[in-house]
T-cell receptor, first 109, second 116 residues
Framework: QQPVQSPQAVILREGEDAVINCSSSKALYSVHWYRQKHGEAPVFLMILLKGGEQKGHEKISASFNEKKQQSSLYLTASQLSYSGTYFCGTVANDYKLSFGAGTTVTVRA | GAVVSQHPSWVICKSGTSVKIECRSLDFQATTMFWYRQFPKQSLMLMATSNEGSKATYEQGVEKDKFLINHASLTLSTLTVTSAHPEDSSFYIC????????????FGPGTRLTVT
């Protein structure tokens, strides 16, 4: 079963912040975040394992709430290069990576 | 590091012919390789999982005889679309992982297949 991502799309101006949410009805083992630009393959951003950890890469960070089976991706001080479609992928007890429908982020100057 | 190549990047073929797509992990050994299909503006749908030296595991609804997967080595997996039809036209993406599903997956650049 696919995780649910929200919002479907977000438009930002450079320097603004955004949060993308990902939730599952299943008990999760891990959450993966990817970014895909138009016509290209997804690029791995980070993986979060159960245990409620938080990770970050430059100004993009994520958290994983194991109790709620939710993860959030935080885009801080967004840059033009942050534009793209962000997918969360979740791994539950079936050990299969299921991708959400994606969140399209558009950062404007 | 963690580079995955895919070849060809695009292919146009006639209905009824077969097409082979190669996926290679260039700088790491991939215990597991995955094949996805993506339609425009949609998410990635897992087609099959392959481990080196063993038969691929196909997802429900994916025809094994139509989408032949061979994982010949720890760095190479191939997907052959047999007797392609226009409805097989899609963006096919492979990914490779150094471990099972709990490890990150590194994606190839994708192959755009158009069947005429």
């Amino acid at each position: 079963q696919q995780p649910v991502q929200s919002p479907q799309a977000v438009i930002l101006r450079e320097g603004e912040d955004a949060v993308i949410n990902c939730s599952s009805s299943k008990a999760l083992y891990s959450v993966h975040w990817y970014r895909q630009k138009h016509g290209e393959a997804p690029v791995f951003l980070m993986i979060l394992l159960k245990g409620g950890e938080q990770k970050g890469h430059e100004k993009i960070s994520a958290s994983f709430n194991e109790k709620k089976q939710q993860s959030s991706l935080y885009l801080t001080a967004s840059q033009l290069s942050y534009s793209g479609t962000y997918f969360c992928g979740t791994v539950a007890n079936d050990y299969k990576l299921s991708f959400g429908a994606g969140t399209t982020v558009t950062v404007r100057a | 590091g963690a580079v995955v190549s895919q070849h060809p990047s695009w292919v146009i073929c006639k209905s009824g012919t077969s097409v082979k797509i190669e996926c290679r992990s260039l700088d790491f050994q991939a215990t597991t390789m995955f094949w996805y299909r993506q339609f425009p503006k949609q998410s990635l749908m897992l087609m099959a999982t392959s481990n080196e030296g063993s038969k691929a595991t196909y997802e429900q609804g994916v025809e094994k005889d139509k989408f032949l997967i061979n994982h010949a080595s720890l760095t190479l997996s191939t997907l052959t679309v047999t007797s392609a039809h226009p409805e097989d036209s899609s963006f096919y993406i492979c990914s490779a992982s150094p471990g099972p599903f709990t490890y990150e997956q590194y994606f190839g650049p994708g192959t755009r297949l158009t069947v005429t």
